[in-house]
């Protein structure tokens, strides 16, 4: 199966999108609600917990994981790629979110991007990282939304609040620089408030969801890797693992996945299967 996992519930909206582009193969998704937010931890645990996470998803017979969790590929992947997997599992690989991203802003022809992504990913600068090393000349401006996730999580999209968060945020954004073309929503929860985001940036600035964004990047990796897409097996299933309650897994499920979801809750204390 293909490994898929987040700390908590935004990863599903990446594989909402990944599935609806390779809806053949199978698919293994693990949530570490148990142990979210990754964005107030240290780099340190964030590493240990997105590794441990990725070995259990190994263990359960993934061939490939992809990390659907900008916060855990801009603290643990760089680290896990290079000196996690050739030591420990060399013919296994973990993909991220950012560069898929990054590249896709880049081939656009973008000059002039407005990253909006949590604190911690703002702070760790992975995403002005990415995009200048792949075009120097591109203006990158980052702007923090440390209030979005909980309004999101607590069912609130609808919120008349909301919109006005949403302003505020894309206001400060939009101070930072002037002639911003586009704005990525940099953290995977955001694509629940994408009609919200589009109707206050104004038609003449595009905005970007990770999740299609991501698959189709994905689509193209295992076109050129067929030695990895050979193991990935085809029946269609898709199941669902937690670190936390499954009820309430479940029920959130349904708003970012969009379809009614029965999780399985599992340890990842030990690799018992």
Partial sequence: MIGVFDSGFGGLTVLKSIVSVMPDYDY????????????????????????????????????????????????????????????AYPDRRVLGVIRPSAEEIVEKGMRSIGILATEGVVASGIYVEEITSLAPDIRVYQQACPLLVPIIEAGEAEWEGTDMIISKYLRELFNKGRGIEAILLACTHYPILHEQ?????????????????????????????????????????????????????????????????????????????
């Fill in 197 to 273: 985001f589009v109707r206050q940036a104004g038609s003449s600035v595009a905005v970007l969801d990770q999740g299609p964004i991501v698959a189709d990047k994905f689509k193209e990796y295992l076109a050129r890797h067929s030695d990895i897409e050979d193991r990935i097996s085809r029946n269609q299933t898709r199941c669902f693992l937690t670190t936390d309650t499954s009820e309430r897994f479940d029920r959130l499920a349904l708003v970012f996945y969009g379809e009614p979801v029965t999780a399985q809750l599992v340890s990842l204390d030990s690799l018992c299967l």
């Fill in 28 to 87: 293994l998704y693990l949530g570490d609600n148990a142990r979210v937010p990754y964005g107030t931890r240290s780099q340190r645990m964030v590493y240990e917990f997105t590794k441990q996470a990725v070995e259990y998803l190994f263990h359960r017979g993934c061939p490939l994981v992809i990390i659907a969790c900008n916060t855990a590929s801009a603290r643990a992947l760089r680290k896990i790629q290079q000196e996690f997997l050739p030591e």
